[in-house]
């Protein structure tokens, strides 16, 4: 079993890595089960955060309004997890193959985020073949684990670390336990928004009489195209 990495966890806009943003991260650091050290915080998304992820999450905009943005905190994040393994429930999907928002905010900060991770999801699929689900919510119900404020960032980050505890107490020579899986995502940087698209944006939305949904200055290049494209359409 490995006993050292970070249990991370975080709350988004949405699951497309092109639009939509992380609002909340929460970190804590495990040496040999004990937690050593802990890092949570809302983060400004820089948009409007819809009212199904206000369901399930409980954060709205007034939350998160005068938070950090993920460019503030990216170098925290880098630091806390430094060479460490990253803990995670289908944490392939989240830092992989999915949305990996902290490799692309890294990448357009100018650090290296690449990791190694542990999937307490790809654990429970190999370990638990006759429980119907493998949401971290149902298998923390599963076991009886305290899970706190369920899809809230930091709480999720421990609900993984404890559910890692009870599968190794399942198997413990399971083979899983002690490999490590490689995140091996490549981030591409984005380029900002030109000042020509900036111009162009703000001229557009006064002329349809819109309200800017994200920080024009914050956007990215491609981003801006796309809602540039999207207001000349409609």
Do not use: W
């Not at 802990?38 to 409980?58: A, D």
């Not at 991770?117 to 689900?133: F, Y």
């Not at 404020?149 to 399971?174: G, T």
């Amino acid at each position: 079993m490995i006993n050292t990495f970070v249990a991370l966890d975080i709350e988004t806009t949405g699951l497309n890595p092109a639009e939509d943003k992380i609002i909340e991260i929460g970190m804590a650091k495990i040496s040999d089960g004990e937690i050593v050290d802990s890092y949570s915080t809302l983060v400004n998304p820089g948009i409007k955060i819809s009212e199904r992820i206000t369901m399930i999450t409980g954060i709205t905009d007034d939350m998160v309004e005068g938070k950090p943005a993920i460019t503030e905190i990216i170098s925290d994040i880098v630091d806390f997890t430094k060479d460490m393994p990253i803990l995670g429930h289908n944490v392939i999907f989240d830092y992989s193959k999915g949305y990996p928002m902290p490799q692309k905010a890294a990448v357009n900060s100018g650090f290296d985020f690449k990791k190694s991770g542990i999937d307490t999801l790809k654990l429970s699929r190999r370990l638990l073949p006759e429980v119907p689900h493998k949401t971290l919510e149902y298998l923390c119900g599963y076991f009886g684990i305290d899970a706190g404020n369920s899809h809230r960032a930091y709480d999720d980050a421990l609900s993984a670390m404890k559910l890692y505890e009870k599968l190794h107490q399942i198997k413990p020579d399971d083979i899983g336990f002690d490999e490590l899986i490689e995140l091996n995502y490549s981030a591409k940087k984005d380029s900002p928004i030109t000042a020509a698209q900036r111009k162009y944006l703000i001229a557009l939305t006064e002329k349809h009489g819109l309200e800017p949904v994200e920080d024009i200055d914050a956007l990215t290049k491609s981003r801006a195209s796309k809602l540039i494209d999207n207001i000349i359409s409609n």
